[in-house]
């Protein structure tokens, strides 16, 4: 099984990039804040929570309702589709820093890394079958850039072209660059708690972009725990809202 339609996603990546040339010349900071918190919300919960550990690495229940949220949310992140995300990263834990890994700075370039340049990457269906009997990820990966395209058209109706720009565009950006950074920098650059067996790093910066992505060599020392920060001042606002859902 193939990873999600590339040429749809790398359609809607160069928009959003395009779209922060009137996002310099007519933004206000406040814009570029909501912006932010904007990215926040899809992050912390279609991507961190939903997409990688609730769906990826099962290391929490929840609510059905709120599976499916996060599922829906995950959508405008502009990843693509959950199960092409969840197949992607599993394939990552397999093969970590070795042939196989999808992203790997190592085996394909830090730049390819970063701009999320992997090529043709095949996954097997026993990497997915848990997801493939999930109504609601088998939705959205059929519909991922239809939710997109809503979202977009409700928030031009509602907030104009440039609701449009700092509502999903920005955004968009930040999550294209926060989910590069994971994959290149994460396993090139940062501090070690863990003398794993891969090159994954912490990153303060990436965990400021990606609201508690950031402790990756945490994160492969022990995958299925929801917890990535595990000193005091490791942030991670994702295990917040965790705390709050799961059973």
Request: charged share 15%; with cysteine; aromatic share 14%.
């Amino acid at each position: 099984m193939g990873i999600s339609d590339n040429n749809k996603l790398k359609i809607f990546h160069v928009i959003n990039h395009i779209a922060i040339i009137p996002a310099l010349l007519y933004g206000q900071l406040s814009y570029w804040l909501i912006a932010y918190l904007v990215w926040g919300v899809i992050a912390s919960i279609g991507v961190s929570t939903g997409l990688h550990r609730l769906l990826c690495h099962q290391s929490f229940k929840c609510p059905l309702w709120f599976e499916q949220l996060a599922t829906y949310v995950s959508c405008l992140s502009t990843a693509g589709s959950p199960l092409g995300w969840v197949g992607v990263h599993r394939l990552h834990h397999i093969y970590v820093d070795r042939t196989g890994d999808p992203h790997g700075p190592m085996q394909i370039g830090f730049l390819n890394a970063y701009v999320h340049n992997w090529g043709d990457v095949q996954i097997e269906r026993k990497y997915i079958k848990d997801l493939l009997k999930k109504p609601h990820v088998m939705f959205c990966h059929k519909m991922w850039w239809i939710i997109i395209l809503l979202y977009v058209i409700l928030l031009l109706l509602f907030f104009g072209s440039l609701g449009v720009i700092f509502g999903y565009c920005v955004p968009g950006v930040m999550a294209f660059h926060g989910m590069g950074w994971v994959n290149a920098v994460g396993h090139s650059w940062g501090y070690r708690n863990y003398k794993t067996r891969d090159k994954s790093y912490n990153n303060p910066i990436t965990n400021i972009l990606t609201f508690g992505e950031g402790w990756h060599n945490n994160h492969h020392h022990d995958p299925n725990n929801w917890r990535l920060g595990k000193k005091w001042w490791e942030w991670d606002p994702t295990s917040w809202i965790i705390r709050l859902v799961k059973l």
